[in-house]
């Protein structure tokens, strides 16, 4: 039948795993930036979240544009970009350029991951997209687990701007290679037959087969749907629940294992890879699962939300952290509630399933907007709560938020039947 479909979901992979490169090398040079620049934590809460800034606000747009320009123009293009803009944050001296530099890499960064969904409800039938988006969501914890040892030994060995400026030149010379590679379903001249008839029986390419009748004018009144339905607001309020445990460990988890807990920076770069590789289990344990029992013909409500449920359920123990002085059982406690985050990573299949057809790129840039929120508002919260060096009120919040999440998902999306509009 032909694996052409798994070529892109390598090529989704490893921009995710640059994509997250990027976003969390500021984690690793926390430290020394704040040394050199004599930044205060409430400052580098401000670091911390001046990404999200432009990346939340700009992911409606995002989707928007997502759903006007054809992917392999338009991720080469933020690419390159994105990747100069973290190039640059080895050259400079001040707080307001830092903050500049991690705005600027939230702006482009913004259509990515709507271009993510958009490309695998494309090139995926309906039975294998939780697998798949569980593989290319698996690139920002694989990447962080694998690579953030590497960053943290690039750092002891070129310091933080070098390693800001090699963080940038992957990136660019990725941008050229997917421009290279990337094709569209129906452009792919390898694409055989038989993968083709695979596809869009199983309901592939349904982002792609309005594009050459309907000019996806978007409406006000969409937008207003698309913000007001209730299945679509418990989406969107877990969302938010999931990304601020994630963004804790994008942000803070290094400052809290080195200035909280004691460790030594080295074997905190070490200690710190080991929640992630619990996400990246987590995330690929969820995905398979849930097409499985799909394919065992296993209703979507018990399929796709029981892993998720789950997930938001072992999130919570990330406050076990505080009822420990055994660097053993605080790394076990954060590493279990960052696996369950790995298995609550799946939700960008809600979209693909609620949305209309012709409007997911918006709800996936409304989706990922309130996502985005938590990474504006969770770091500023955290800075607050630990100015006087004790972590242990951001961790109850980031736990009570997990239960938030679990009841939005449990009790206000409902049944997953696509969204009807006009």
Partial sequence: MGKKRYATLTLIFISVIINYLD????????????????LSTVQMGLVFSAFAWTYSALQIPGGILVDRVKPRLLYSI????????????GFISSLAALIGCRAAIGIFEAPAYPANNKIVTSWFPENERASAIAIYTSGQFVGLAFLTPVLVIIQDSIGWRGLFITSGLI???????????????????????EELEYITQ????????????VKNKITFSD??????????????????????????????????????????F???????????????????????TSDALVKRKVSPEIARKAPILLGMLLSISIIGANYTDSTFLIILSLTIAFFGNG???????????LAPVRLIGLVGGIFN????????????????????????????????LAIIGFFSYLLLIGKLERIEVE
């Fill in 23 to 38: 976003r969390s090398n500021i984690s690793v040079a926390a430290f020394a930036i704040s040394d050199e620049l004599e």
């Fill in 78 to 89: 933020i690419l390159s970009l994105w990747s100069l803009a973290t190039l640059v944050q």
């Fill in 171 to 193: 990136g660019i010379i990725w941008a050229a290679v997917w421009y290279i590679l990337y094709r569209d379903p129906h452009n792919h001249k390898s694409l055989s037959e």
């Fill in 202 to 213: 199983g309901r592939g390419f349904e982002a792609e087969e309005i594009a050459p009748t």
């Fill in 223 to 264: 937008f207003k749907k698309m913000i007001s339905h209730r299945k679509l607001i418990g989406l969107y309020i877990g969302q938010f629940c999931l990304g601020s445990l994630f963004i804790f460990f994008l942000t803070w988890f290094p400052t809290y294992l080195v200035k909280f807990r004691g460790l030594d």
């Fill in 266 to 288: 080295i074997q905190s770069g070490f200690l710190a890879s080991l929640p992630f590789l619990g996400a990246f289990v987590g995330v690929l344990a969820s995905g398979f």
């Fill in 343 to 353: 298995l609550a990573s799946i939700t960008w299949v809600f979209v693909s399933l």
């Fill in 369 to 400: 907007f309130i996502g985005g929120l938590s990474a504006v508002i969770t770091p500023i919260v955290i800075g607050y709560l630990a100015k006087d060096g004790d972590f242990e009120p951001a961790l109850f919040y980031i736990g009570m």
